[in-house]
């Protein structure tokens, strides 16, 4: 029993050594990494330091602004400011995303901002620019038929499709000799 014992233990300690070795190896790959995005923080302060650069990096980072994403529903759509309220929920919060919509604004689903109505759920990709949030494309899908609707609905198409199949006739009797 004692001997088991022993060997279970052993194998723990190499399981166990194991995994801390190569925990280390992982972190040491992870500076290993680091070391070269740290490396190119300070080029970028070199190029800073020489006039009129500083202009130009403000430009490529307002070129590059972060690109965002926000799923809803539409709230209210304004085609003369050319607008679009998004409300989507964050938890148990509604949050309001009102979009600019430009003439590069793609539109997925509708065939522009005027085909887009107030209860219509959409994934919006836009982007900061002067303070808007400026739209780059709209995936829109139409909003659900209310139940009640659907229910009226089925209630019509119920009574075509009886009429559509009539009811066989007889058949007609043999004539008799």
């Given amino acids: 029993m004692k001997k088991i014992f022993a060997i ?10 194991t995994v801390a070795f190569a925990q280390e190896k992982k972190a ?7 070391k070269p995005a740290a490396a190119a923080p300070a080029k970028a302060e070199k190029k800073a330091e020489h006039p009129g650069e500083p202009a130009k990096a403000e430009k490529k980072a307002a070129k590059k602004a972060k690109a965002h994403q926000v799923t809803g529903s539409v709230k209210a759509v304004d085609a003369k ?3 679009l309220t998004v409300v989507k929920k964050v938890k148990k919060e509604e949050k309001e995303v009102v979009l600019s919509c430009t003439d590069k604004t793609k539109f997925k689903g509708v065939k ?8 219509d759920k959409v994934t919006a990709k836009y982007s900061e620019k002067d303070g808007k949030n400026v739209a780059s494309s709209v995936d829109v899908k139409a909003a659900p038929a209310k139940k009640e609707e659907k229910k009226a609905e089925k209630k019509e198409a119920a009574p075509a499709k009886k009429e559509a199949a009539p009811a066989p006739a007889p058949a007609p009797a043999p004539a008799k000799k």
């Fill in 81 to 83: 400011a050319n607008t």
């Fill in 112 to 119: 522009g901002l005027a085909d887009v109505k107030a209860g």
């Fill in 28 to 34: 040491e790959e992870k500076k290993g990494e680091a």
């Fill in 8 to 17: 279970a233990m052993a194998f723990a300690f190499v399981a166990v050594s």
